[in-house]
């Protein structure tokens, strides 16, 4: 809503767009993760509860998406809402005819309650929440740029696992230029006392400038470098990530694609008390014989937590629970 955006959250999610991870502290994270496991028995009911019945919240996604779109309709359904999911609106709404962008979004909260925003510019869904004067917006991936709500979840899958966020080792592992779930990761992760975090990527692909520079004003323990074996001794978290080829050149997607797996090998040399992610999808860097370790969260817990952080997030800022 353009007269708050992209306001802190401090403590009130109401009304609120959630746009980056800017906006939270560690209390504000808390307050979120707090009503999780309530989330987890409503969605493991056989009814869907009431908690924000009569809310229509559009899903307007200008990229493909599987995990983001499918948890953000499910978790909607969930808590008693109901979703208006325009997908492709390049192809199927007037975008088509040359509607603008602005126009585009005062239509659609013409008829909801909130809209979820996936879109390929960096800042669209803060340009979102300034043209949006009566609801919230809620980034679900703004280009190369951000993915708050992606990486909210694997925090609490983290959190969930490790019983705390502090003093961990999260290795990043991958194509870490162009993917934004990384740079929301970090930035959250910069929040929690004795963290390290270790970027290990090919070298044409490395960590977003932006987020080194913010990591470093952070004080914030980083390695970067380019060969897994120095670090995955030591890692809590292994999160792999896949090269986004739509955002590169041809040139620069071959030199790259296939250059790191993770399979059985990498696996040996990890921790018993380790977690594997990825926000998905995968194209080959993670080997399926690693799908069935119990190290391996990505398939299971990490895919689930999406829908139960999403519903805390949206009951939050739909005034459904306080
Ligand atoms: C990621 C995304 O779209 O940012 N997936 C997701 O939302 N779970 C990762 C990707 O596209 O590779």
Redesign the pocket.
Same mark, same amino acid.
């Given at each position: 809503m353009n007269n708050k955006s992209p306001g802190k959250i401090n403590g009130d999610f109401k009304g609120k767009d959630i746009i980056s991870l800017d906006q939270f502290t560690p209390k504000d994270i808390k307050i979120l993760f707090s009503k999780v496991p309530q989330m987890r028995t409503i969605a493991l009911k056989a009814k869907p509860s009431e908690i924000i019945a009569g809310k229509i919240v559009v899903l307007l996604f200008y990229? +493909?998406?599987?995990?983001?779109f499918g948890s953000f309709s499910t978790a909607v359904k969930q808590l008693g809402g109901q979703t208006v999911e325009i997908l492709n609106p390049q192809q199927f709404s007037s975008v088509v005819k040359g509607e603008t962008f602005e126009d585009t979004i005062r239509t659609f909260e013409a008829y909801c309650d909130a809209i979820v925003l996936?879109h390929p510019e960096v800042g669209s869904a803060e340009k979102a929440a300034k043209i949006a004067k009566f609801v919230p917006v809620i980034n679900?991936?703004d280009g190369i740029g951000e993915?708050p709500t992606?990486a909210l979840s694997d925090l609490y899958t983290i959190e969930e696992k490790f019983k705390t966020l502090n003093n961990l080792h999260v290795v990043f592992f991958g194509e870490l230029a162009h993917? *934004?779930?990384v740079n929301s990761l970090a930035k959250l992760l910069a929040m929690f006392k004795g963290i390290k975090m270790s970027f290990v990527s090919p070298p044409q692909v490395g960590l977003n400038p932006n987020i080194r520079e913010y990591l470093q004003k952070k004080k914030v323990k980083i390695r970067e470098l380019h060969d897994l074996d120095e670090v995955i001794g030591d890692a809590d978290v292994l999160s792999v990530?896949?090269?986004?080829k739509?955002f590169m050149s041809e040139a620069l997607y071959r030199k790259i694609q296939g250059k790191y797996v993770v399979g059985k090998k990498i696996l040996s040399k990890m921790k018993p008390n380790s977690i594997i992610m990825? +926000?998905? +999808? *995968?194209?080959g860097e993670i080997l399926p014989e690693v799908d069935d370790d119990p190290r391996a969260v990505y398939l299971t817990t990490q895919i689930r937590n999406?829908t139960y952080v999403r519903m805390a997030l949206i009951a939050f800022v739909l005034g459904g629970i306080r």
């Open positions: 990229e +493909p998406s599987s995990r983001t996936r679900a991936g993915h992606q993917y *934004r779930s990530s896949r090269v986004k739509e990825h +926000p998905l +999808p *995968r194209v999406g």
